[in-house]
């Protein structure tokens, strides 16, 4: 056997598989961290906002019931406890007081501003240690599963340049927790699976409790419980009360860290309901043909590795491997689960994208295996596995590339914004579609214009709207489906043949569009 593959998976190499994880995280770290400041002091992103101001306002009112549900309240404690501590901290080396505490400014959907931009910077600097702890998590997993750290490290790697991961961690969202938390429960199930305590079950249900409360489409990650158990027990009955002690320990687990589900369950149960009815019936630019579209994505955005991850889940039915059938349960499950949803987005298929880094990488460690024990010369040998490498993480990183200069450059929202500073007369009454740049209410009479699509030419009018700024963030996904959106597309189309065009903006791919309208205008 080659010492490279000694190093790698006979444990002999641990203090050089150590270093290499140390790199993959440090690459991780640094992509995630390259786009924290995303358009700061500006709030762009539709749903950031909202969930802060649920922090704050725990904060500024000592209040722990959120009042608010669409999430549930794992991530809202967590961040609500550094926000705290980060106003406690200015509080004692200053005279700042709760009352002080400076809200998002919003004036329609993805258009903001903040006035202390370190409150948006502490939130998504603890989402990205989230995310590292995911690609950590994602080498313990492998590592535990096959007893390979090659297996590990290559599916350390994929988790750390993921677009979405990547994206989301970068977020103040509770996306990337979720994904977290999942691998947590994978972490603790791989446990139950080789020693079958108690305990582990305690514990692993624990944190499933924990992950429905970091967001609801959690609950499926208590599949891999149950299949750890059953792989192990087979279907012999004497110790199925592990499980439903489990499922005990999961419904305290969501009750420690969502108290107010019970305490205030008449808030609580109508937002819940709601955020679940939104899944179910889709949202205008991200609904239908959900399964189609995650295989799309999955192909377009994590390439290889997809692949790579069926491949294995193949071979393991084939061989009856119980371990790796543990780890490929929860995609499976999960895959269906969100597919029979009409909404779908690549920060709902998140949880399961590190299983499928885990199940590809068993797959390219054989692959690279194979390659290292081939008689081809050492040169050509190496040849080929790094053009091997550079192939597999061409699609991943060209898109986590150009997603994050997105986030570090700017585009048309902010140099439209300047734009309108600089050209169009203070006092103008300006509508804003939502997504739009920011327009000063102290400089411009602002008009928000709420719901999805244009508001007939006379409502503008009845307003005295001079001007009127069209985002792509919300026509853009009108016109990028036009056989499932025609009738909204026409509605545009005519809005705009009404309106004289004043200036269109492409930069950063992101189309901004401002008009003018004509009071005589009918």
């Excluded at 809200?103 to 931009?117: A, C, H, Y």
């Excluded at 299983?355 to 054989?366: P, R, T």
């Excluded at 009479?445 to 005295?464: A, C, K, M, N």
């Amino acid at each position: 056997m080659l010492k490279t593959e000694n190093n790698f998976l006979s444990g002999a190499g641990w203090l050089k598989n150590k270093v290499y994880l140390f790199v993959i995280v440090a690459i991780g770290l640094g992509l995630r961290i390259f786009g924290i400041l995303w358009g700061l002091p500006y709030l762009y992103h539709p749903d950031e906002y909202q969930i802060v101001q649920v922090y704050l306002a725990m904060v500024r009112n000592l209040d722990l019931n959120p009042h608010w549900f669409t999430y549930p309240s794992f991530t809202i404690y967590v961040n609500s406890f550094f926000y705290g501590l980060y106003f406690f901290v200015r509080h004692l080396f200053g005279s700042y007081n709760r009352s002080d505490i400076s809200f998002p400014k919003v004036l329609v959907i993805g258009t903001g501003i903040i006035d202390d931009p370190n409150i948006f910077i502490l939130g998504r600097g603890l989402s990205i240690l989230f995310g590292i702890g995911v690609v950590i998590l994602v080498y313990l997993c492998a590592l535990k599963a096959t007893g390979k750290p090659l297996a590990g490290l290559i599916a350390a790697l994929f988790t750390a340049i993921s677009p979405v991961n990547v994206e989301q961690s970068r977020l103040i969202l509770p996306n990337i927790f979720v994904a977290f938390l999942v691998m947590v429960v994978l972490w603790i199930s791989l446990q139950i699976y080789t020693s079958g305590k108690l305990l582990l079950y305690l514990l692993a249900g624990l944190f499933v409790g924990f992950t429905i409360a970091a967001k609801y489409n959690g609950v499926v990650v208590f599949v891999i419980i149950i299949a750890a158990h059953f792989l192990r027990n087979g279907y012999r009955l004497e110790k199925i009360h592990y499980l439903l002690l489990a499922l005990i320990s999961s419904i305290a687990g969501f009750l420690i860290v969502t108290p107010y589900a019970v305490l205030d369950f008449h808030t609580f149960f109508p937002m819940m309901l709601e955020a679940r009815n939104q899944y179910a019936s889709g949202w205008p630019g991200q609904e239908g043909q959900a399964f189609l579209w995650y295989i799309n994505y999955l192909i377009s955005y994590e390439g290889v590795i997809f692949i790579a991850a069926l491949m294995t889940i193949v071979i393991a039915l084939i061989k009856r491997d119980k371990l790796v059938l543990l780890i490929s349960i929860f995609p499976i499950t999960y895959f269906i689960f969100i597919s029979s949803m009409q909404i779908r987005n690549d920060k709902t298929i998140l949880p399961m994208i590190p299983f499928l880094h885990i199940l590809g990488g068993i797959s390219l460690s054989m692959l690279f295996i194979y390659l290292c024990k081939s008689s081809t010369k050492k040169s050509l040998k190496w040849l080929g596995i790094g053009g091997m490498v550079l192939i597999f993480l061409l699609i991943p990183i060209d898109k986590t590339i150009k997603t994050t200069i997105s986030a570090i450059q700017p585009n048309s929202r902010e140099t439209a914004r300047i734009w309108i500073e600089k050209n169009i007369p203070r006092g103008s009454h300006i509508a804003l579609e939502a997504y739009s740049p920011y327009v000063s209410p102290k400089k411009y009479h602002v008009i928000p214009v709420q719901g999805f699509g244009p508001q007939s030419l006379s409502w503008y009018t009845e307003r005295d709207v001079e001007y009127l700024i069209f985002s792509q963030g919300m026509f853009g996904r009108y016109f990028s489906e036009p056989e499932k959106y025609k009738r909204m597309i026409e509605e545009y189309a005519n809005t705009f043949s009404r309106l004289d065009p004043v200036k269109f903006f492409y930069d950063g791919n992101y189309e901004i569009r401002i008009y003018q309208v004509h009071q005589s205008g009918n």
